[in-house]
């Protein structure tokens, strides 16, 4: 019986002409996006900052759908960082702002769509309300069968990786485990993204070449697509290339090439 990823491929093979010749990589089943470039989209028109937030949102509505379309089951976008908070009051107010309205307006859409959210990142420094939104998304689209959408909400990796180790060290003081028994898994299964699996494909918009505090955990074998286009303009036919430069590479996770084995 051919894999989901296979059958995924074959339609979307089918439907949307990507290509997958027999030694390709079948779709990623996970991609995760740092959605950059909202601020020099809106500066190479002369528009203001939030203006190029407002179109990212417009991005991210569009980018789900493709995703859903194309058959990924799991799509991760980092929304806001642990970081982002060193930018002006005002510019982190319109970023709240965003994220409230694309939760009260899309809500209904995405449940409908099937999709399933998820969020990531510390809930300290939240605003309360958000924290309510989150909670209601969270809970109305939890048994949705279709796209698995986490969206990295205050989230930093290091800093997930420090919550992770302070959750098993409590546990280990407290008796409820031995520390001998921590393994990746363990400590895997500790982190905000704990049941997902691993990115496969990590892409970044804007040109910008790096992984700003990204699942730095979880992306430790995920292949990297760097794309040009700033985030406004990343549309369905972007994540397309996107994953056809995914599917030639040759993923060995420290093994040999498959050339060695014939
Ligand atoms: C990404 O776009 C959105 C967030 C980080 C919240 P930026 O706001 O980082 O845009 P640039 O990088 O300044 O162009
Ligand atoms: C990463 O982008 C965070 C998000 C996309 C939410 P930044 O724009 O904050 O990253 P740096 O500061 O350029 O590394
Ligand atoms: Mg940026």
Redesign the pocket.
């Known amino acids: 019986m051919r894999s989901l990823g296979e059958r995924v491929t074959k339609s979307m093979h089918q439907q949307d002409g990507l290509r997958r010749p027999a030694d390709m990589q079948s779709t990623p089943r996970h991609i995760a996006i740092i959605?950059?470039?909202?601020?020099?989209?809106a500066a190479a028109r002369g528009l203001p900052?939030a203006e190029?937030?407002r179109r990212?949102v417009e991005a991210v509505r569009a980018c789900v759908r493709a995703a859903g379309e194309l058959g990924v089951e799991h799509l991760t976008l980092f929304?806001?960082?642990s970081e982002?908070w060193r930018r002006p009051l005002e510019e982190i107010n319109d970023?709240m702002g965003l994220l409230r309205r694309f939760i009260r307006r899309d809500l209904a859409e995405l449940h409908e769509q099937d999709v399933r959210v998820r969020v990531i990142g510390a809930p300290d420094g939240v605003p309360d309300d958000i924290r309510k939104l989150i909670a209601e998304a969270v809970a109305l689209t939890r048994d949705n069968g279709g796209l698995r959408l986490t969206v990295a909400f205050n989230y930093g990796a290091r800093d997930e990786i420090v919550r992770a180790a302070r959750k098993l060290a409590r546990q280990a003081v407290a008796g409820e485990m031995d520390a001998g028994s921590i393994d990746e898994a363990a400590f895997g299964a500790a982190l905000d993204t704990a049941g997902l699996p691993d990115p496969d494909l990590l892409i970044r918009t804007?040109g910008e070449m790096r992984i700003s505090n990204f699942l730095l955990w979880q992306c430790a074998y995920a292949e990297m697509v760097f794309a040009d286009a700033?985030?406004p303009d990343f549309d369905k036919d972007a994540l397309i290339a996107c994953i056809n430069e995914y599917q030639t590479r040759e993923r060995r996770f420290g093994g040999l090439s498959a050339r060695y084995s014939a």
């Open positions: 959605m950059d470039g909202n601020g020099r989209w900052r190029g937030h990212g929304s806001f960082s982002n970023l804007s700033y985030w």
